[in-house]
């Protein structure tokens, strides 16, 4: 299973930017696909995950802001960033797992997001 992301930039704090992640490599179901952060010197931290059945998990600093949605149909995960602010710079990286066979966790390259005036 191969991750690829896209969307990434510089974006004026107060912007928006969308990110997609594709899935590619697998006929299966993706359980979770998840948008993880991170950024120079820090851990990496959650941004949201989504299951196949449509629940979605987000830290409650990111809530109301960021929106994770998913079309199951094309194996792609979307994450809408809304109202960025300068410490949301980082590289968002996606992850999609499967908990049943054939099993995986794996991430994505990751895509630069810079908020910048």
């Known amino acids: 299973v191969q991750l690829v992301e896209s969307g990434g930039g510089l974006v004026q704090p107060g912007g928006s930017l969308r990110l997609s992640c594709a899935a590619s490599?697998?006929?299966?179901?993706?359980?979770?696909m998840g948008w993880y952060r991170q950024a120079p010197g820090k851990q990496r931290e959650l941004v949201a995950t989504?299951?196949?059945?449509?629940?979605?998990n987000y830290p409650d600093s990111l809530k109301g802001r960021f929106t994770i949605s998913r079309d199951n149909a094309k194996n792609t995960a979307y994450l809408q960033m809304n109202s960025l602010k300068p410490e949301d710079t980082a590289v968002y990286l996606c992850?999609?797992?499967?908990?049943?066979?054939?099993?995986?966790?794996?991430w994505g390259q990751g895509t630069q997001v810079t908020v910048s005036p």
């Open positions: 989504m299951t196949d059945t449509g629940n979605r």
């Open positions: 490599g697998t006929s299966f179901s993706i359980n979770t």
């Open positions: 992850n999609a797992v499967r908990v049943s066979f054939p099993f995986y966790n794996v």
